[in-house]
């Protein structure tokens, strides 16, 4: 299956030029894509986009990522409603490390004439002057042209109808000429002859190829992929605390794990496509066995696997369904105890989180006393109430239930510090003993 035919059926592809078929088959191609490094780490909204070099890669042909330490140093325009702050150099140079780390787990950078390549496009930028880039690339497009693309005329519409307070700088306006001068240099320094990206590049990534044409009467492609949205029309990778980072210490691999689970059966159908690096008839498998039993969430397991052990690792993703039965009832104390503290802090993240000093924990005469007086109240407002509902074997403290009102506080702490009390079915609370 050729690139085309690959995202196609995936899902994938959005729109290509005429011609990059058949550039395509005419042999190996150098394609790139360009990240800004406005982030420490890339999130799963750019995941999608390095799947689109995935497979350029898988077939055959040569991946280039940009990190785009020039234009990440002004911001683009496309798809956003404001201006975006800038970054200090300091800042960028290190997001733009985080992200080469990131990118070098997805491609395959040691195999051979199509391995793939890291460039930074401020290389290139750090000694052209303002008028050098005015005279040499700046005056081959026309104002008419550049004002024409859609993301410049989003964005000075919604000025005109009051939406915004400020309209288009002049820095953002460039934006699409430094992009697209970086495609031109990247042809003829590298040999690309492919831009790709997400559909709301599309502006960006057809001004590099009419540079290209007009500076030196070249040929280059471009091919953008489905922007990735949620059923219900939003940005995707956006959960209710925000992104949805590939880097564990912004989204641990717990809830990073928990996002693919919870998505809806439309979404994990068409999702586990561009995420995953699943056979066709594997997926259409997996779609059927899910429609016979959809409460088995078939579909979103196997793609929440697939990708939490591709970014993170198997340890990861098995540490993370261990995680994830603990609120089921399904985790026993060994599985509790498996648990790194950032782990389980994120499991319980949403649960109260009382906290007593170690001395009142090792002074707390009862279970009771540590359930009602102990902890404020904040888990039974008296110790009648905590006694009464111990007897009915309604509590349990580290998956264990407790045996009677009276039993001593001698629970072995998780990671030295915590206690896991479940109150009912439902009800969990997290203590920590400092």
Do not use: C
Not at 8 to 18: A, K
Not at 89 to 107: C, D, M, V
Not at 289 to 297: G, N, S, Y
Not at 366 to 382: H, N
């Amino acid at each position: 299956m050729n690139l085309i035919e690959e995202l196609r059926w995936r899902g994938m592809l959005h729109d290509f030029m005429p011609g990059t078929e058949e550039q395509l088959a005419s042999g190996m191609t150098t394609g790139y894509i360009g990240f800004d490094p406005t982030a420490s780490s890339l999130h799963i909204g750019n995941l999608a986009t390095i799947m689109l070099l995935v497979h350029l890669q898988r077939t055959g042909h040569k991946p280039v990522a940009l990190v785009g330490g020039a234009t990440g140093m002004i911001g683009d325009p496309s798809g956003k409603s404001a201006e975006r702050n800038l970054l200090d150099e300091e800042t960028l140079n290190a997001n733009q490390e985080g992200i080469r780390r990131q990118l070098e787990k997805f491609l395959d950078f040691n195999s051979g004439a199509n391995s793939a390549e890291i460039v930074n496009n401020y290389d290139w930028f750090k000694e052209f002057s303002f008028l050098g880039f005015l005279r040499e690339v700046g005056k081959h497009l026309t104002v008419n042209y550049m004002m024409a693309k859609d993301s410049v005329k989003k964005r000075i519409s919604a000025d005109e109808e009051g939406d915004r307070a400020e309209g288009l700088s002049f820095t953002e306006f460039s934006y699409q000429l430094i992009q697209g001068y970086d495609f031109y240099h990247l042809y003829k320094n590298k040999g690309v002859r492919l831009q790709m990206g997400a559909s709301d590049q599309w502006g960006n990534i057809t001004t590099g190829t009419e540079l290209i044409r007009r500076i030196d009467g070249g040929k280059a492609y471009a091919l953008v992929g489905k922007l990735v949205t949620k059923s219900d029309g939003t940005k995707f990778g956006k959960s209710e605390g925000g992104n949805v980072w590939l880097d564990p210490k912004l989204t641990s691999p717990y809830k990073f794990y928990q996002f693919w689970l919870n998505l809806s059966d439309e979404e994990a159908e068409k999702l586990i496509k561009v995420y995953t690096l699943l056979p066709k008839e594997e997926i259409e498998s997996l779609t059927e066995e899910h429609k016979q039993a959809p409460h088995l969430r078939v579909l979103q397991k196997a793609l929440a696997k697939d990708v939490t052990i591709r970014v993170h690792s198997e340890e990861d993703y098995l540490a993370a369904v261990d995680a994830s039965q603990i609120l089921f009832g399904k985790g026993d104390l060994e599985t509790l105890k498996g648990l790194q503290a950032d782990v389980l802090l994120s499991v319980f993240e949403g649960v109260p989180h009382i906290e007593v000093t170690r001395t009142n924990y090792e002074t707390a005469a009862t279970v009771s006393d540590l359930l009602s007086d102990i902890t404020g109240g904040q888990i039974f407002e008296s110790k009648g109430e905590a006694k009464r509902m111990i007897k009915n074997g309604g509590v349990s403290i580290n998956r264990q239930k407790v045996q009677g009102p009276e039993e001593e506080v001698k629970f072995e702490l998780l990671q030295q510090k915590y206690l896991v009390v479940q109150k009912g079915k439902k009800n969990y609370y997290l203590i920590s003993v400092n």
